[in-house]
């Protein structure tokens, strides 16, 4: 059977957050405190909606937009890691899941040349109209009230889950023990998992975790999975 690798994106495949990496593409380099603080919690995909406005209101242009989002840093070791899995495809399927948008994931993957390692991504839909602004929609809704309204990461039974911040907690739950959840070292995933390992054995995750630093320690985890 295939080996399943399933990836957050930012500070996963990225080292940065690709939503707050296109405000470099400003003139300035900020946003207004208008359109900052009309953040509401669990809405950002709403909010990167009013940044996308603001940007397209400052005349910046399509071209300048992905010109910047293919800037952002690879993780380390993710290149490595990815060409390994664009490699291997008769035994390994790859999925990225996140709540960035489809515009930014497909530019910086085939900016890094890093497409062809992932068979489908999970993501909110985004395009640009017809006045050069890029419109964002939220991808789904969803019952799930441990995530963001518009995307529950928890689509998959099986999984080999790569990630690093709190909505990538969710698909944890389902996993089972033969199964991998890798959290990012120092990041808000792995505290959470951490805190439910201390607790009741009904709540415990019941896939193996192992932390990770690199792309390089995902690399020997995923070689020794499929080759055992």
């Given at each position: 059977m295939k080996t399943l690798m399933v990836f957050d994106f930012d500070h996963t495949v990225v080292d940065d957050n690709s939503d707050t990496w296109v405000v470099r593409c400003l003139p300035g380099q900020t946003l207004p405190d208008s359109v900052k603080n009309s953040y509401r919690k669990g809405h950002w995909t709403e909010f990167m909606g009013r940044v996308m406005n603001h940007i397209g209101d400052q005349e910046v242009?399509?071209?300048r937009v992905r010109s910047v989002m293919e800037t952002i840093p690879i993780t380390a070791g993710m290149t490595d890691l990815l060409t390994f899995i664009s490699q291997n495809k008769s035994a390994i399927d790859c999925i990225v899941i996140s709540d960035s948008n489809t515009m930014f994931i497909d530019w910086i993957l085939r900016a890094a040349g890093l497409r062809a390692a992932v068979d489908q991504v999970f993501t909110n839909p985004a395009k640009f109209n017809e006045l050069g602004y890029m419109e964002v929609q939220c991808y789904h809704s969803h019952e799930c009230d441990r995530c963001p309204v518009n995307l529950c990461k928890r689509e998959y039974e099986r999984i080999f889950y790569v990630?690093?911040?709190?909505?990538?907690?969710?698909?944890?739950s389902c996993l089972r023990g033969h199964d991998v959840v890798m959290p990012r070292r120092g990041y808000t995933l792995e505290k959470l998992?951490?805190?439910?390992?201390?607790?009741?054995?009904?709540?415990?995750?019941?896939?193996r975790v192992l932390a990770w630093s690199s792309g390089?320690?995902?690399?020997?985890?995923?070689k020794a999975a499929i080759q055992s």
């Open positions: 242009s399509p071209d990630g690093d911040g709190g909505n990538d907690l969710c698909p944890t998992l951490a805190k439910l390992q201390g607790q009741a054995e009904d709540t415990s995750p019941r896939a390089a320690d995902i690399l020997q985890e995923l």
